[in-house]
């Protein structure tokens, strides 16, 4: 009588533990099991940048670079050289080393930024009557 209580009380323990470790494996998710979120990179869209006036956008970049920019529109783009403006020609794009990336032909505009030289020099493409504009660029010349 007395070993039929232990072996009762030890089976009573095995199945609450088999009860703990079933509960564990069907709430907790494995690590194996978990959904592994996706970076996604932000595409560059209309939030992204403007559509300005090509006349107003020049005015800006002189006013903001004064002689140091030289500025050049045609009648498919506008040109911008910045040189001698030390740290400002980071400014010119926010320092957002992403959009020395973007091309002419896919984003409508093309920035390249010399470090050792400090020296930019962009094309923007003119549409509508106007220029596409990164935003990040807009925000240092509109201070």
């Given at each position: 009588?007395?070993?039929?209580?232990?072996?009762?009380?030890f089976g009573?323990?095995?199945i609450?533990?088999?009860?703990v470790l079933g509960?564990?494996?069907?709430?907790?998710p494995?690590?194996?099991?978990?959904?592994v979120?996706?970076?996604?990179?932000?595409?560059?869209?209309?939030?992204?940048?403007?559509?300005?006036?090509?006349d107003?956008?020049?005015?800006?970049?002189?006013?903001?670079?004064?002689?140091?920019?030289?500025?050049k529109?045609?009648?498919?783009?506008?040109?911008?050289?910045?040189?001698?403006?030390?740290m400002?020609?980071?400014?010119?794009?926010n320092?957002?080393?992403?959009?020395?990336e973007f091309k002419?032909?896919?984003?409508?505009?093309?920035?390249?930024?010399?470090?050792?030289?400090?020296?930019?020099s962009?094309?923007?493409k003119?549409e509508?009557?106007?220029?596409?504009?990164p935003?990040?660029?807009l925000?240092?010349?509109?201070?």
């Amino acid at each position: 009588m007395k070993g039929n209580k232990h072996i009762i009380s030890f089976g009573a323990f095995a199945i609450c533990i088999l009860v703990v470790l079933g509960a564990y494996f069907i709430f907790y998710p494995s690590e194996k099991n978990k959904e592994v979120e996706a970076i996604v990179q932000d595409e560059f869209s209309m939030d992204n940048y403007n559509l300005m006036q090509t006349d107003t956008f020049m005015h800006l970049i002189k006013k903001k670079y004064g002689e140091s920019a030289v500025v050049k529109k045609n009648s498919r783009n506008v040109k911008v050289n910045i040189t001698g403006a030390n740290m400002k020609t980071q400014d010119f794009f926010n320092g957002n080393n992403r959009l020395l990336e973007f091309k002419m032909e896919e984003h409508g505009f093309e920035i390249k930024h010399a470090k050792n030289s400090n020296s930019v020099s962009a094309q923007f493409k003119r549409e509508d009557d106007g220029v596409i504009v990164p935003n990040d660029v807009l925000i240092n010349l509109a201070k």
